[in-house]
């Protein structure tokens, strides 16, 4: 039977007694005013319920998150968005929030609020550094960044919103570890940007400028224990460097503990390249 409202069950044949007394066995669960189910909830379950308990309700904040794929943990709370007029109380595992929406999707009969708009609500919610995490990986998947852009122009004043625009400006998107995507941002905080993942010939460098012709490779720990891959990658280097490019490599040890470090090296190799390079 899933999730059901007491309406429901009563239009199903069982008397409103039937309904307390199976909730009192244990053998019905009460998850909100008017709304049970036969076995202990999932998450997803916990969300029906929310939907079905408030009909206006639209699953927002971190919960449409998680629906939508844009983080994997699923979260503690079931977060929901009313109207303003609606009220915001419910038991602990629920988060109400207030406000007037606009963009209403459907996933199946369950209604979010949009990718988009979900990512603005997680800028209120989660840490800055999580958000970093959650906006790169939204970039690098599903959501354009012209349409995240477009938000922020409509979204003036929300909360969330200076969080948004300014990760927005530092995002770096194709980043193929979170050691990658580490170096990157903290190259991008410097406002010192550098291709991703970007072809070079017949080869790909993790990070990439083409007018300093620097290459910064970021290398797990299988370049120094899988022979084949270290006889290729060695191949590929040389032939990089044959053609004149410089090939910076860091362990993804060292970005990790030490990506400021990592990154002046980096910023100070790739000038003075530029600068002999307008020589």
């Known amino acids: 039977m899933g999730v059901v409202t007491r309406a429901q069950l009563v239009a199903g044949g069982l008397h409103q ?34 939907v079905l308990w408030k009909p206006d309700a639209v699953l927002s904040h971190d919960t449409a998150a998680w629906w939508w794929g844009l983080v994997d943990d699923e979260p503690d709370l079931v977060h929901a968005t009313v109207p303003p007029s609606g009220t915001a109380g419910g038991p602990p595992w629920v988060r109400i929030h207030r406000r007037l929406l606009t963009d209403v999707r459907l996933l199946g009969d369950t209604p979010l ?6 990512i603005l609500d997680l800028a209120t919610t989660r840490s800055r550094r999580d958000f970093q995490k959650i906006i790169d990986r939204a970039l690098s998947l599903k959501i354009q960044w012209r349409t995240l852009a477009a938000l922020c122009d409509e979204a003036r004043g929300k909360a969330g919103m200076r969080v948004l ?7 770096c998107p194709g980043t193929l570890s979170e050691a990658e995507r580490l170096l990157a941002r903290t190259l ?8 991703i993942n970007a072809a070079v010939g017949p080869f790909y460098g993790d990070l990439v400028c083409r007018r ?4 910064v490779e970021v ?14 990658d060695r191949k590929r280097q040389n032939a990089l460097v044959l053609d004149g490019w410089l090939v910076l490599r860091y362990s993804v040890a060292t970005v990790l503990a030490t990506p400021d470090a990592v990154a002046d090296e980096v910023m100070a190799v790739v000038r003075r390249r530029r600068s002999l390079a307008r020589g």
């Open 17 to 50: 007694s039937t309904v307390h007394r199976r909730v009192a066995r244990g053998t019905l669960h009460r998850l909100l005013p008017g709304v049970y189910s036969t076995e202990p909830p999932d998450y997803r379950g916990r969300c029906e319920a929310v």
């Open 113 to 118: 609020v949009s990718p988009e708009h979900a």
């Open 165 to 171: 625009r300014e990760e927005l400006r530092r995002a």
């Open 188 to 195: 991008s905080a410097r406002s010192f940007r550098m291709e």
């Open 212 to 215: 300093a012709r620097v290459i």
């Open 219 to 232: 290398d797990g720990r299988e370049f120094h224990t899988a022979a084949a891959v270290f006889t290729s």
